[in-house]
């Protein structure tokens, strides 16, 4: 432990830092098209649209080619493999389009997960095999930051001790050997929304959790200023009985970061697990208006929170492409204002409405 | 692990968190007057006066007689067991004269280092034994918040994962401790300045063991609002040739903190080991002119560096108090002004001279 073999050099810190500040500046998100095969599957499926190769091609073509103002809500975009070397019907590859317009091109790296035996049911995260090899071609392929998820759920017994400890270990791996090839990791510890647990619950889990993945990242080397976080919100499970408003969530959530995420790491980007388009927004900007002090950028890494409508409205058709994209746009833009916490939602009587709704001492 | 059986009630986390932010109000730090009998006989023969205790109750009460410019600039005082007992001239206790004065009034809790077997040297600190009982009395007795002191020392091989381990665990007992009795825990994991060793060592392994020490809380269930952080500067060893600026140590100080220390802490104050007076003002300006964002305030936890002037202008004599006691109230003064950035030096180069040696893009 004495002695310090640095990791990275000063100049890789500063390309790692620059990358993750650019991902998350003035308000901009990530958009999450990264879904596998199987994932899109269920997607195209509820659109009564086929699952082929080139379905996904023109899905993610009508996505990418939307106008360039895109690029003041969106800095980056995790692709799957396939889509990263997939091209527009004038055979320009997808990543050149998301670079030309000053987009950052990401990756997700994982490979799913895999038991945990002697557990209930809970799992950790493959990839690592061979993974600093694939992380150097991917960066020549113009990549510029990776995705892993690692998945712990509420339960009976769980998420258990190994199961965190596990997974945090896993992700901090994975993020070391990005960092070594000049990718910015995503850390993505995502506790589930599944179960009856209410709000206190979920940010007790999610404090533990992150607790444990900062002291893996440390314990690892990683350096945190070039890195984000992409965390789940804190909700009550799906089956909880209580409801509880955009201010509660806002407040649980930041107080759980607050107690557990370095000021060092520039921007913590929320998944929307399963997140209605304007539940996420909302969510989020209220999260931004929360008085707790934040020093790290907040904002979104949305995948079905951004692309629900788009789906919808394209059904698979060529015709529809100028209705989707207006759809992807239209969230795209109020996702960036609720990272800036100046997201009006349409009928509601505005700031005022929401800003009385925070109880001023509220111990979590 | 899933069940949450909360620490402490909303009222306690108010109680608590309220205190922490008083002491750390800005501008504010602390005297730490809390030196053991031993310690004091240090300090005394120096000034070639004699260890009893009516020299030591005599010398404390020049600094507590101090007049209310201190209010602005103290926002608490460390206190040793046989102090919290004594009264000045008039029989009015050393406890509420510092109440009346607005200041917090803490306690040293810790019982002193204890050798840890099998190692280099190296310590843990003792004091468990019967503290909630301790805690709860001194409560009664005025107390609002504790102090507790670990030590690590950096060498070929320290500090050894087992001391880091061990300190970071004992100072997570103490406070879990500490906060069922409605008092602060200041946890104070010292990493001496003692050894050759650069200005980066010195950081890497503040940032290992701050990350221990925090995990370690979260694993005790301590409520990080309601605790402050009583850590070293990062500097070079005493023995290093090469000698760093004020803006240095700050860069290193700051970049630790901000990758280890969670943004709910309220406040660090920061100790002053070694340093002279005026490098303890002037380093500790230098922290809070550094251009890194910041969440929690930075202020003093100083004791030589508040009281050598003063133990020097004393030196036993009833008739030199008055001056001593004006010693002590510049030293406040200075800190105090410090701990916002604004102090100018004394008369040497001015703010102006040391912005320019803050290096934008230095990656540490």
Not at chain 1, 108 to 119: E, N, R, S, V
Not at chain 1, 282 to 296: D, H
Not at chain 2, 317 to 335: M, S, W
Request: charged share 20%; net charge neutral; glycine share 8%.
């Amino acid at each position: 432990m004495a002695h310090r073999f640095p990791a990275l050099t000063a100049d890789q810190k500063k390309e790692l830092s620059e990358i993750a500040q650019r991902i998350v500046a003035n308000g901009k998100g990530i958009l999450a098209a990264d879904e596998s095969v199987g994932t899109m599957g269920n997607r195209l499926q509820r659109i009564k649209v086929e699952n082929t190769e080139e379905n996904r091609r023109q899905f993610r073509e009508i996505l990418f080619t939307v106008d360039n103002s895109i690029n003041q809500s969106i800095g980056g975009v995790i692709l799957f493999h396939e889509t990263l070397y997939q091209k527009d019907s004038q055979g320009k590859l997808f990543r050149d389009i998301l670079k030309e317009k000053g987009i950052v091109v990401g990756i997700k790296l994982d490979q799913g997960g895999a038991p945990l035996a002697g557990t209930n049911k809970e799992t950790t995260i493959q990839g690592l095999d061979g993974l600093s090899e694939r992380c150097a071609q991917y960066k020549k392929d113009g990549v510029d930051f990776g995705k892993w998820r690692a998945v712990l759920r509420i339960g009976d017994q769980c998420p258990s001790s190994l199961a965190i400890q596990e997974n945090a270990n896993a992700l901090a791996r994975y993020a070391s050997i990005c960092q070594q090839n000049g990718l910015v990791p995503i850390v993505e510890p995502e506790v589930l929304p599944d179960g009856d647990h209410d709000l206190e619950h979920c940010q007790y889990v999610s404090e533990k959790v992150l607790a444990a993945v900062y002291k893996a990242l440390n314990d690892h080397h990683v350096y945190l200023e070039g890195t984000l976080l992409k965390p789940n919100m804190v909700t009550a499970g799906h089956a909880c009985n209580k409801k509880y408003t955009p201010q509660q969530v806002a407040l649980a959530t930041v107080t759980a970061l607050h107690r557990t995420v370095p000021a060092a790491v520039p921007g913590i980007c929320f998944l929307s697990g399963g997140m209605s388009e304007e539940d996420a927004t909302l969510n989020l900007n209220a999260i931004n208006c929360c008085p707790l002090p934040k020093p790290w950028k907040l904002s979104f890494s949305y995948g079905r929170a951004l692309q629900a409508s788009a789906l919808a409205a394209w059904g698979g058709k060529a015709a529809n492409k100028k209705a989707t994209q207006e759809a992807f746009l239209k969230r795209a833009l109020a996702n960036c204002q609720a990272a800036q916490g100046k997201y009006v939602h349409m009928g509601s009587s505005g700031a005022a409405a929401t800003q009385s709704l925070f109880t001023a001492s509220y111990t979590y | 692990m899933p069940h949450s059986y909360p620490a402490l009630s909303a009222e306690q986390k108010k109680e608590l968190s309220d205190i922490a932010l008083r002491i750390v109000a800005p501008g504010k730090g602390i005297l730490a007057a809390d030196e053991s009998v031993g310690s004091m006989a240090k300090r005394l023969s120096q000034i070639g006066v004699e260890n009893t205790e009516e020299n030591r109750r005599l010398y404390r009460q020049i600094l507590f007689s101090a007049d209310d410019r201190v209010k602005k600039c103290i926002g608490g005082v460390i206190f040793f067991h046989e102090t919290l007992y004594q009264k000045d001239d008039n029989g009015v206790p050393f406890v509420r004269t510092i109440q009346d004065k607005g200041i917090v009034v803490g306690i040293k809790v810790d019982k002193g280092v204890v050798p840890l077997a099998g190692t280099d040297g190296e310590t843990t600190t003792q004091g468990l034994d019967g503290l909630s009982e301790r805690c709860a009395q001194y409560k009664k007795d005025g107390a609002d918040f504790a102090k507790w002191r670990c030590v690590m020392k950096i060498s070929e091989r320290t500090p050894s994962a087992l001391a880091i381990l061990e300190n970071a665990n004992v100072l997570a007992r103490y406070a879990s401790i500490c906060q069922q009795n409605g008092i602060v825990p200041i946890v104070e994991p010292e990493i001496l300045p003692d050894g050759d060793h650069d200005l980066r060592r010195c950081q890497y392994i503040t940032e290992k063991v701050l990350a221990a020490v925090y995990k370690a809380l979260s694993d005790h269930h301590v409520y990080l609002e309601g605790t402050l952080l009583k850590p070293n500067m990062v500097t070079p060893g005493h023995a290093c040739p090469i000698k760093y600026s004020p803006e240095e140590i700050a860069m290193a100080t700051i970049t630790a903190l901000r990758r280890t220390v969670p943004p709910a802490v309220p406040g660090v104050t920061f100790l002053s080991g070694g340093q002279s007076e005026e490098e303890a003002s002037l380093n500790l300006n230098a922290i809070n002119r550094c251009p890194l964002p910041r969440p929690w305030a930075l202020t003093f936890s100083y004791g030589r560096a508040l009281q050598a002037s003063a133990l020097n202008a004393w030196r036993g004599q009833r008739d030199n108090a008055g001056v001593a006691t004006e010693e002590f109230v510049k030293r406040a003064e200075v800190n105090g002004l410090a701990a916002q950035g604004k102090y100018e030096g004394s008369g040497e180069d001015g703010g102006a001279a040391a912005q320019s040696l803050y290096i934008a893009n230095h990656a540490y």
